[in-house]
Protein backbone atom coordinates (compact mmCIF):
# COMPACT_ATOMS: atom_id res chain seq x y z
CA UNK A 1 0.00 0.00 0.00
CA UNK A 2 2.46 2.50 0.88
CA UNK A 3 4.43 2.25 -2.14
CA UNK A 4 1.89 3.32 -3.98
CA UNK A 5 2.91 6.66 -2.90
CA UNK A 6 6.48 7.01 -3.71
CA UNK A 7 5.74 9.34 -6.44
CA UNK A 8 5.33 11.88 -4.38
CA UNK A 9 7.39 11.27 -1.21
CA UNK A 10 9.62 14.51 -2.58
CA UNK A 11 7.30 16.87 -2.39
CA UNK A 12 6.33 15.43 0.98
CA UNK A 13 10.26 15.76 2.07
CA UNK A 14 9.69 19.12 0.56
CA UNK A 15 6.71 20.10 2.93
CA UNK A 16 8.44 18.68 6.32
CA UNK A 17 11.55 20.59 5.37
CA UNK A 18 9.89 23.49 4.77
CA UNK A 19 7.62 22.91 8.34
CA UNK A 20 11.26 22.51 9.85
CA UNK A 21 12.65 25.58 8.63
CA UNK A 22 9.47 28.16 9.68
CA UNK A 23 8.91 25.83 13.09
CA UNK A 24 4.92 25.79 11.86
CA UNK A 25 3.21 22.34 10.97
CA UNK A 26 3.58 21.81 7.33
CA UNK A 27 0.95 21.64 4.35
CA UNK A 28 -0.95 18.35 3.73
CA UNK A 29 0.57 17.05 0.72
CA UNK A 30 -1.19 16.31 -2.78
CA UNK A 31 -2.45 13.05 -3.13
CA UNK A 32 -0.71 11.14 -5.33
CA UNK A 33 -1.48 8.99 -8.64
CA UNK A 34 -2.04 5.17 -8.63
CA UNK A 35 0.20 3.88 -11.51
CA UNK A 36 -1.88 2.49 -14.35
CA UNK A 37 -3.12 -0.56 -14.37
CA UNK A 38 -2.71 -1.42 -10.55
CA UNK A 39 -5.35 -2.84 -9.00
CA UNK A 40 -5.79 -1.01 -5.34
CA UNK A 41 -4.24 -3.61 -3.12
CA UNK A 42 -5.83 -4.41 0.77
CA UNK A 43 -3.86 -2.97 3.35
CA UNK A 44 -1.09 -5.18 3.87
CA UNK A 45 -1.29 -6.62 1.19
CA UNK A 46 2.73 -6.70 0.66
CA UNK A 47 4.58 -8.35 3.04
CA UNK A 48 6.23 -5.79 5.04
CA UNK A 49 9.69 -6.30 6.80
CA UNK A 50 11.47 -4.15 9.83
CA UNK A 51 9.89 -2.65 12.93
CA UNK A 52 6.65 -1.13 12.86
CA UNK A 53 7.16 2.59 12.86
CA UNK A 54 3.74 3.70 12.70
CA UNK A 55 0.24 2.01 12.34
CA UNK A 56 -2.95 3.72 11.27
CA UNK A 57 -5.79 1.89 10.27
CA UNK A 58 -5.16 -1.48 8.10
CA UNK A 59 -1.58 -0.01 7.33
CA UNK A 60 1.58 0.25 9.30
CA UNK A 61 4.93 2.05 8.28
CA UNK A 62 7.74 -0.54 8.44
CA UNK A 63 11.15 0.89 9.62
CA UNK A 64 12.72 -0.79 6.35
CA UNK A 65 10.08 1.64 4.46
CA UNK A 66 11.15 4.45 6.46
CA UNK A 67 14.91 3.56 5.85
CA UNK A 68 14.10 3.45 1.80
CA UNK A 69 12.22 7.62 2.17
CA UNK A 70 14.51 8.79 4.18
CA UNK A 71 17.45 7.81 2.14
CA UNK A 72 15.74 10.17 -0.64
CA UNK A 73 15.65 13.07 0.97
CA UNK A 74 19.71 15.29 0.44
CA UNK A 75 22.13 13.71 3.11
CA UNK A 76 22.47 17.47 4.57
CA UNK A 77 18.78 17.54 5.32
CA UNK A 78 18.74 14.19 6.75
CA UNK A 79 21.21 15.20 8.88
CA UNK A 80 19.59 18.38 10.33
CA UNK A 81 16.62 16.72 10.52
CA UNK A 82 15.66 16.59 14.76
CA UNK A 83 12.74 14.24 16.32
CA UNK A 84 10.11 16.72 15.48
CA UNK A 85 11.04 17.42 11.79
CA UNK A 86 11.00 13.20 11.53
CA UNK A 87 7.97 13.04 13.49
CA UNK A 88 6.21 15.14 10.87
CA UNK A 89 8.24 13.54 8.06
CA UNK A 90 6.39 10.14 9.02
CA UNK A 91 2.99 12.24 9.45
CA UNK A 92 3.12 13.68 5.92
CA UNK A 93 4.03 10.10 4.92
CA UNK A 94 1.15 8.59 6.40
CA UNK A 95 -1.49 11.09 5.61
CA UNK A 96 -0.43 11.05 1.13
CA UNK A 97 -1.43 7.42 1.59
CA UNK A 98 -4.44 8.04 3.40
CA UNK A 99 -5.45 10.51 1.14
CA UNK A 100 -4.58 8.34 -1.52
CA UNK A 101 -6.85 5.34 0.51
CA UNK A 102 -9.89 8.30 0.35
CA UNK A 103 -9.16 9.20 -3.61
CA UNK A 104 -9.91 5.07 -4.26
CA UNK A 105 -13.21 5.51 -2.67
CA UNK A 106 -14.20 8.01 -4.27
CA UNK A 107 -13.75 6.43 -7.75
CA UNK A 108 -10.78 8.82 -8.38
CA UNK A 109 -7.66 5.90 -9.11
CA UNK A 110 -9.55 5.30 -12.57
CA UNK A 111 -10.15 8.83 -13.77
CA UNK A 112 -9.30 8.87 -17.11
CA UNK A 113 -7.50 12.47 -16.79
CA UNK A 114 -5.12 10.90 -13.70
CA UNK A 115 -4.64 7.94 -16.09
CA UNK A 116 -3.64 9.88 -18.83
CA UNK A 117 -1.14 12.36 -16.54
CA UNK A 118 0.21 8.92 -15.80
CA UNK A 119 0.64 7.74 -18.91
CA UNK A 120 2.50 10.55 -19.94
CA UNK A 121 4.93 10.75 -16.81
CA UNK A 122 5.94 6.63 -17.92
CA UNK A 123 6.55 7.95 -21.45
CA UNK A 124 8.51 10.79 -20.65
CA UNK A 125 10.66 8.64 -17.89
CA UNK A 126 11.72 5.96 -19.96
CA UNK A 127 12.72 8.76 -23.27
CA UNK A 128 14.90 10.40 -20.50
CA UNK A 129 16.22 6.63 -19.73
CA UNK A 130 17.13 6.11 -23.22
CA UNK A 131 18.61 9.41 -23.88
CA UNK A 132 21.24 9.16 -20.79
CA UNK A 133 22.21 5.93 -22.06
CA UNK A 134 23.26 8.23 -25.21
CA UNK A 135 25.73 9.94 -22.99
CA UNK A 136 27.65 7.24 -21.94
CA UNK A 137 31.02 8.08 -23.74
CA UNK A 138 34.43 7.13 -22.72
CA UNK A 139 36.06 10.36 -21.58
CA UNK A 140 38.17 13.05 -23.80
CA UNK A 141 41.89 12.30 -23.52
CA UNK A 142 44.69 15.41 -22.78
CA UNK A 143 45.98 14.62 -25.83
CA UNK A 144 42.34 15.72 -27.27
CA UNK A 145 42.50 18.64 -25.21
CA UNK A 146 45.23 20.19 -26.41
CA UNK A 147 45.39 19.12 -29.80
CA UNK A 148 41.90 21.35 -29.96
CA UNK A 149 43.44 24.33 -28.26
CA UNK A 150 46.58 24.23 -30.71
CA UNK A 151 43.83 24.03 -33.83
CA UNK A 152 41.49 26.76 -32.06
CA UNK A 153 43.72 29.23 -30.28
CA UNK A 154 41.60 32.23 -31.76
CA UNK A 155 38.51 30.66 -29.61
CA UNK A 156 40.16 31.24 -26.30
CA UNK A 157 41.66 34.73 -26.44
CA UNK A 158 40.46 37.72 -24.71
CA UNK A 159 39.84 39.30 -28.08
CA UNK A 160 36.35 41.93 -28.56
CA UNK A 161 34.83 43.10 -30.49
CA UNK A 162 31.80 45.98 -30.69
CA UNK A 163 28.74 45.36 -32.98
CA UNK A 164 25.64 45.91 -34.06
CA UNK A 165 23.29 43.40 -35.50
CA UNK A 166 19.13 43.04 -37.29
CA UNK A 167 17.29 40.36 -36.47
CA UNK A 168 14.65 39.59 -38.46
CA UNK A 169 12.11 36.42 -38.66
CA UNK A 170 11.93 36.22 -42.68
CA UNK A 171 14.71 34.64 -44.44
CA UNK A 172 14.21 36.33 -47.52
CA UNK A 173 13.46 39.66 -45.92
CA UNK A 174 17.11 39.23 -44.02
CA UNK A 175 18.76 38.70 -47.30
CA UNK A 176 16.94 41.79 -49.07
CA UNK A 177 18.24 43.75 -46.15
CA UNK A 178 21.39 41.91 -46.15
CA UNK A 179 21.81 42.83 -49.62
CA UNK A 180 20.75 46.41 -49.30
CA UNK A 181 23.56 47.37 -46.61
CA UNK A 182 26.43 45.53 -48.51
CA UNK A 183 25.93 48.40 -51.02
CA UNK A 184 25.34 51.43 -47.85
CA UNK A 185 27.06 49.55 -44.36
CA UNK A 186 26.44 53.80 -43.45
CA UNK A 187 22.79 52.81 -43.13
CA UNK A 188 23.29 49.96 -40.64
CA UNK A 189 21.60 51.58 -37.77
CA UNK A 190 18.88 53.57 -39.37
CA UNK A 191 17.78 49.93 -40.86
CA UNK A 192 18.14 48.19 -37.96
CA UNK A 193 16.12 50.38 -35.87
CA UNK A 194 13.29 50.25 -38.99
CA UNK A 195 13.79 46.35 -39.36
CA UNK A 196 14.97 44.38 -36.11
CA UNK A 197 12.57 42.47 -33.97
CA UNK A 198 15.39 42.57 -31.15
CA UNK A 199 13.65 45.52 -29.84
CA UNK A 200 16.31 46.16 -27.04
CA UNK A 201 19.00 46.85 -29.44
CA UNK A 202 16.65 47.85 -32.21
CA UNK A 203 16.32 51.36 -30.19
CA UNK A 204 20.20 51.95 -30.07
CA UNK A 205 20.55 50.92 -34.03
CA UNK A 206 21.32 47.16 -33.38
CA UNK A 207 24.15 48.05 -30.89
CA UNK A 208 25.03 45.67 -29.20
CA UNK A 209 28.47 46.86 -27.69
CA UNK A 210 31.92 44.92 -26.61
CA UNK A 211 31.78 41.52 -25.97
CA UNK A 212 34.00 38.70 -25.96
CA UNK A 213 34.08 34.97 -26.85
CA UNK A 214 31.09 33.25 -24.93
CA UNK A 215 28.31 35.96 -24.82
CA UNK A 216 26.61 35.03 -27.99
CA UNK A 217 24.73 31.53 -29.26
CA UNK A 218 28.12 29.57 -31.18
CA UNK A 219 26.23 30.40 -34.88
CA UNK A 220 26.29 34.08 -34.35
CA UNK A 221 29.46 34.11 -32.61
CA UNK A 222 31.12 32.73 -35.38
CA UNK A 223 30.09 34.98 -37.92
CA UNK A 224 30.63 37.73 -35.90
CA UNK A 225 34.37 37.24 -34.96
CA UNK A 226 34.86 36.68 -38.50
CA UNK A 227 34.45 39.91 -39.18
CA UNK A 228 37.85 41.82 -39.34
CA UNK A 229 37.28 45.48 -41.15
CA UNK A 230 35.31 48.35 -39.37
CA UNK A 231 31.89 48.46 -40.74
CA UNK A 232 32.07 44.87 -42.73
CA UNK A 233 28.46 43.29 -42.95
CA UNK A 234 28.33 39.54 -42.25
CA UNK A 235 26.58 37.32 -44.82
CA UNK A 236 22.96 36.30 -43.16
CA UNK A 237 23.30 34.23 -39.81
CA UNK A 238 20.09 31.79 -38.70
CA UNK A 239 20.11 30.79 -35.41
CA UNK A 240 17.31 29.57 -33.28
CA UNK A 241 16.14 33.26 -33.03
CA UNK A 242 15.80 34.43 -36.46
CA UNK A 243 17.75 35.50 -39.00
CA UNK A 244 20.63 37.91 -38.31
CA UNK A 245 22.61 40.84 -40.22
CA UNK A 246 26.50 41.75 -38.36
CA UNK A 247 28.25 44.18 -38.46
CA UNK A 248 31.45 44.90 -37.11
CA UNK A 249 32.33 48.54 -34.99
CA UNK A 250 35.75 47.79 -33.72
CA UNK A 251 38.06 45.14 -33.02
CA UNK A 252 40.08 44.96 -30.03
CA UNK A 253 42.73 42.19 -30.36
CA UNK A 254 43.82 40.40 -27.32
CA UNK A 255 45.88 37.15 -26.30
CA UNK A 256 45.37 33.88 -26.27
CA UNK A 257 44.34 32.16 -22.72
CA UNK A 258 46.73 29.72 -21.16
CA UNK A 259 45.94 26.42 -21.57
CA UNK A 260 45.56 25.59 -18.26
CA UNK A 261 43.31 28.07 -17.61
CA UNK A 262 40.71 26.82 -20.62
CA UNK A 263 41.61 23.14 -20.61
CA UNK A 264 38.56 22.17 -18.60
CA UNK A 265 36.62 24.21 -20.71
CA UNK A 266 37.72 22.65 -24.24
CA UNK A 267 37.15 19.15 -22.33
CA UNK A 268 33.02 20.04 -21.58
CA UNK A 269 32.80 21.12 -25.58
CA UNK A 270 34.30 18.53 -27.25
CA UNK A 271 32.23 16.10 -24.65
CA UNK A 272 29.07 18.35 -25.86
CA UNK A 273 30.09 17.81 -29.59
CA UNK A 274 30.19 14.13 -29.22
CA UNK A 275 27.45 13.37 -27.33
CA UNK A 276 25.39 15.62 -30.08
CA UNK A 277 26.84 14.30 -32.75
CA UNK A 278 25.92 10.75 -31.45
CA UNK A 279 22.57 11.85 -30.27
CA UNK A 280 21.76 13.03 -33.69
CA UNK A 281 22.97 9.86 -35.38
CA UNK A 282 21.05 7.75 -33.21
CA UNK A 283 18.24 9.74 -34.04
CA UNK A 284 18.57 9.63 -37.82
CA UNK A 285 18.50 5.79 -37.38
CA UNK A 286 15.70 5.96 -35.34
CA UNK A 287 13.63 8.02 -38.27
CA UNK A 288 15.31 6.50 -41.07
CA UNK A 289 14.02 2.74 -39.92
CA UNK A 290 11.10 3.79 -38.82
CA UNK A 291 10.49 5.28 -42.49
CA UNK A 292 9.08 8.59 -41.38
CA UNK A 293 6.54 10.35 -43.42
CA UNK A 294 5.63 13.42 -42.98
CA UNK A 295 2.27 15.24 -44.80
CA UNK A 296 3.40 18.84 -44.86
CA UNK A 297 0.18 19.86 -46.43
CA UNK A 298 -1.65 18.21 -43.20
CA UNK A 299 0.57 19.63 -40.85
CA UNK A 300 -0.36 23.03 -42.39
CA UNK A 301 -4.00 22.08 -42.14
CA UNK A 302 -3.78 21.66 -38.42
CA UNK A 303 -1.78 24.78 -37.97
CA UNK A 304 -4.38 26.81 -39.40
CA UNK A 305 -7.11 25.60 -37.52
CA UNK A 306 -5.47 26.40 -34.02
CA UNK A 307 -6.94 29.79 -32.60
CA UNK A 308 -4.43 32.63 -32.49
CA UNK A 309 -2.37 33.80 -29.70
CA UNK A 310 -4.07 36.36 -27.42
CA UNK A 311 -2.59 40.16 -27.33
CA UNK A 312 0.15 40.12 -25.22
CA UNK A 313 2.92 37.11 -27.12
CA UNK A 314 6.52 36.77 -25.16
CA UNK A 315 8.29 39.09 -26.35
CA UNK A 316 11.51 37.81 -29.03
CA UNK A 317 14.41 37.20 -26.82
CA UNK A 318 17.51 39.23 -27.48
CA UNK A 319 20.70 36.90 -28.66
CA UNK A 320 23.03 38.86 -26.15
CA UNK A 321 23.29 37.18 -22.70
CA UNK A 322 25.17 34.03 -23.22
CA UNK A 323 23.83 31.14 -24.20
Given at each position: ?L??I??????????????????????????????????????????????????????????????????????????????????????????????Y??????????????????????????????????????????????????????K????????R??????????????????????????????????????????????????????????????????S?V??????????????????R???????????????A?????E?????????????????????????????????????????????????
Amino acid sequence: MLARISLCLGLIAGFVLGGCDRGGPPPAPPAAPQAQGAPAAPPGAAKKTGEVVARYGDGQLTSDELIVELQRLPARSRATMDADARKRFIENYVLNDLLYQEGVKQGLADDPDIERQVSDLRRRLVVQRVVKKLQDLPPVTDEQVKAYYDANGDKYSSTTIKARHILVKDEAKARELQAQLKQAPDQFADVAKANSVDTASARKGGDLGFFGRGRMVPEFEVAAFALKTPSEVSEVVKTPYGFHIIQLEERRDGEQKPFDQVKEQIRATLRNEEMQAKTKEYYDQLKQSANLQIDDAAAERVAASIPEPSPGAAPVMPVHGGH
